[in-house]
């Protein structure tokens, strides 16, 4: 309308709000817009939660400068500008709503059925004052919903300060909202489900963690006849162990099957792909380990989006997401021939590597006391974060600094837990750092020291002293010796 315009300042200041508004909360550029809307130096420490309440209080008092009322009405502007402040406003109302969001996502994880949204209407009524039609305001207010999960779900699931794991959450985010939000907004909100991801990692470092937080936090629509969305988000994740199913079983745990398929089957069995939900994820765990015949009908099923349960002829739709998991070398695997080219070239378009608990602790060394406090708090509630410094200092007491964390982070939560229990935590055998090889790097061995540890581990393997006597080329009595030696200093 006549007259109004943004100034080249305004325009700049409510420019870097409508750049944050959907920005990735995890990332440096969204943290340092942060800092640029709340005026503050960006050399300067600050806390990002307190540098957001000042970012929101900024454009508060940005916003009245131009209505005193603090009713934004783009519409009032020429185009460019009534963009801007249309994102402007879903920043506010999105930042005005999130606590209540917070609330609304604890309640809803408490159950299966989808709950009625109490701050429906008024949430509703802001949408509507920005100018915006039916079917916007019911895309912005999903969208809003699911900014929040995906925020809760990520921050809940994946700890960590060191620079992997704050990496590794921001990857993730980019995996439910790529790393463009006008490009997710305009193209591809609800229509995520052809993006695959991979995930890979050692056992224990949270790939399951990962799938959960991406599986939980996909766009689900809002119904504004019932105030409610479509479905509840706990049903939007379901898993399967492909490793854990005999060859015979897996297509039937996959794709179901129908009674009399073959013998055994007495019933209709819905398999992991039917019960997943079309705005959910499957999590297709182990993935290295299945047969390429069985890649190939995956394969097929990704290409064509549908599926036929074993002995069955018609064939169901599959519209959710499939997110894929190992622990195993998929490039020696391909060289190999025993995982196909075309099958991982499905699955590659995000492919997110999940960090060794030891890389991290080598990153950051406060990662272990944050990780043994997430435990204690998980287990026990806040009374947990009493038994922090105790449990702490007993699990460095009980393993080498340089302690390799075969198992990850399951590997801490039982280690926590058993000095719980027991006051000290004793490393399984096969992972505990080998100390004669580490002593024979140093140099610190004697002749004699050198040959009983050898002795020793070659009985170790034979179990008798005739058979390290033949591999060794000495007499039985010498071997016996040598092995005596080590055996009385342990
Ligand atoms: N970064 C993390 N922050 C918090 N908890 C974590 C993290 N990584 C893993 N965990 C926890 O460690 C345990 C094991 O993780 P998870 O089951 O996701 O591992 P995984 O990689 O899927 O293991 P596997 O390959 O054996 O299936 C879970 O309780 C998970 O919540």
């Not at 009674?259 to 209709?268: R, Y």
């Not at 069995?269 to 993935?287: F, K, N, T, W, Y």
Request: a neutral charge; proline letters at 5%; aromatic letters at 10%.
């Amino acid at each position: 309308m006549a007259g109004l315009r943004l100034s080249e300042a305004q325009r700049g200041f409510f420019g870097w709000v409508a750049e944050a508004v959907f920005a990735n909360p995890f990332g440096p550029e969204r943290a340092a817009l942060d800092r640029r809307i709340a005026g503050i130096d960006s050399h300067a420490p600050a806390d990002p939660a307190r540098t957001l309440e000042l970012a929101i209080e900024q454009v508060e008092r940005r916003v009245r400068e131009l209505d005193p009322d603090g009713r934004l009405r783009p519409d009032r502007y020429p185009a460019e500008d009534a963009r801007i402040l249309q994102w402007v406003g879903l920043f506010r109302i999105y930042h005005a709503f999130r606590d209540e969001f917070g609330q609304f996502i604890e309640r809803q994880a408490q159950s299966a059925e989808s709950l009625a949204l109490p701050f429906a209407d008024t949430l509703w009524a802001e949408l509507a004052d920005l100018g915006l039609d039916a079917e916007a305001r019911a895309r912005y207010l999903g969208v809003f919903y699911q900014v929040r999960r995906g925020f809760h779900c990520i921050e809940r699931e994946i700890i960590g300060l060191c620079p992997a794991v704050v990496e590794l959450r921001m990857r993730l985010w980019n995996a439910i909202f790529t790393f463009r939000p006008d490009w997710y907004l305009r193209c591809l909100v609800g229509r995520m489900e052809d993006f695959s991801t991979l995930l890979l990692g050692e056992t224990g470092t949270g790939k399951t963690a990962a799938a959960r937080a991406i599986g939980h936090s996909g766009y689900i629509p809002y119904d504004p006849k019932t105030r409610r969305f479509q479905e509840s988000y706990t049903r939007a994740f379901v898993s399967i162990n492909l490793a854990q199913f005999p060859a015979g079983l897996i297509e039937s745990e996959l794709f179901g099957h129908r009674k009399g398929a073959f013998s055994g089957a007495i019933d209709h069995h819905q398999g992991v792909l039917a019960r997943c939900s079309a705005h959910g994820a499957v999590l297709m765990d182990e993935i290295g380990d299945v047969e390429p015949l069985i890649q190939l009908k995956l394969l097929t099923v990704l290409q064509e989006r549908r599926f036929t349960p074993v002995g069955g002829r018609e064939p169901q739709a599959f519209n959710g997401r499939v997110i894929a998991a190992t622990h195993r070398d998929l490039g020696r695997l391909r060289a190999e021939g025993r995982f196909r080219d075309d099958f991982f070239y499905r699955l590659c378009s995000d492919v997110i590597a999940l960090p060794p608990l030891r890389q991290r602790i080598a990153e950051n060394p406060a990662e272990l006391r944050l990780m043994v406090a997430a435990i204690l708090v998980r287990t026990f509630g806040p009374d947990g974060l009493a038994l922090v410094d105790g449990v702490e200092e007993r699990t460095r007491a009980s393993v080498p600094a340089d302690y390799p964390w075969p198992g990850n982070v399951r590997e801490l939560e039982q280690c926590v837990r058993r000095i719980c229990l027991t006051g000290r935590y004793q490393a399984d055998g096969r992972a505990a750092p080998d100390v004669f090889l580490q002593q024979v790097a140093a140099g610190g061995l004697t002749a004699d020291e050198l040959l009983a540890g050898y002795l020793a581990r070659l009985y170790g393997r034979c179990r008798t002293y005739e058979e390290v006597a033949r591999r060794s080329g000495l007499d039985r009595r010498t071997v016996k010796k040598y092995i005596g030696m080590g055996e009385s200093e342990t």
